[in-house]
């Protein structure tokens, strides 16, 4: 079984719409991340939690929120989702400050 | 701010020829720098990191060197496979910044 796992893998939702992806994992990391990776842009962190109870804003937090349900679990949420919030968005873990993050296979979100 | 360059692709080779995909850094600190690669429809998987200065890292046939001198860390491998198509991402940490900060990614192509 995949260590991180993020479902969807695929979704495609009207612009105004509320939308979860969740992330769990079994790897027992204190930290987990949110990213999304468009074409020519890398990937851009959107929040990040070192904890249950501890929540980080990352570079590009507007129109996004989050919930730390569990260790294991962190769910991403757009609250009205828009066209440009089409991407590939990647959960990943990490029991480091300095070291590898673990990612997830990615939710391909499609806004119409 | 921190950040990380990496050279524009897409990079289309042969099967045996040379790699080389340069990858430059600006930091205030002294960052671990992470080469990761993302396999189509997968996330993405560290391949190789270097955690201080003259480090090299290395990792099913790829290298990279850690140069402080010329803030650089380039991924080499000396015969690519068809099976090394793939977008690769350099990225660095900071010592206490919690996260990670990627360049835009190459995509790497193969040819038989």
């Known amino acids: 079984d995949a260590d991180v796992t993020q479902t969807p893998r695929n979704r495609i939702t009207k612009t105004g719409k509320r939308i979860m992806l969740e992330c769990s994992q079994t790897k027992g990391h204190d930290r987990m991340y949110w990213y999304r990776q468009d074409p020519g842009l890398g990937l851009r962190l959107i929040y990040y939690s070192f904890d249950v109870k501890d929540i980080n804003k990352g570079e590009i937090s507007d129109g996004y929120s989050v919930s730390r349900q569990a260790q294991a679990k962190f769910s991403l949420s757009l609250e009205s989702a828009i066209p440009n919030q089409t991407a590939l968005y990647f959960c990943?873990?990490?029991?480091?400050?300095?070291?590898?993050?673990?990612f997830g296979p990615g939710t391909r979100l499609t806004v119409t | 701010g921190d950040s990380v360059t990496q050279m524009e692709g897409p990079v289309t080779l042969s099967e045996e020829a040379f790699l080389t995909i340069n990858c430059t850094y600006t930091?205030?600190?002294?960052?671990?720098l992470f080469w990761y690669v993302q396999y189509p429809g997968e996330g993405l998987q560290l391949l190789l990191k270097a955690t201080k200065a003259d480090d090299k890292g290395s990792n099913k046939g790829f290298e990279a060197t850690y140069r402080k001198e010329t803030t650089s860390f380039h991924l080499e491998k000396g015969s690519v496979q068809v099976s090394d198509s793939a977008v690769y991402f350099c990225?660095?940490?900071?010592?206490?910044?919690?996260?990670?900060?990627f360049g835009q990614g190459t995509r790497l192509t193969i040819n038989p």
């Open positions: 930091a205030t600190g002294y960052p671990s």
């Open positions: 990943a873990t990490s029991d480091s400050p300095t070291y590898e993050q673990y």
């Open positions: 990225a660095l940490s900071i010592q206490g910044a919690q996260k990670l900060v």
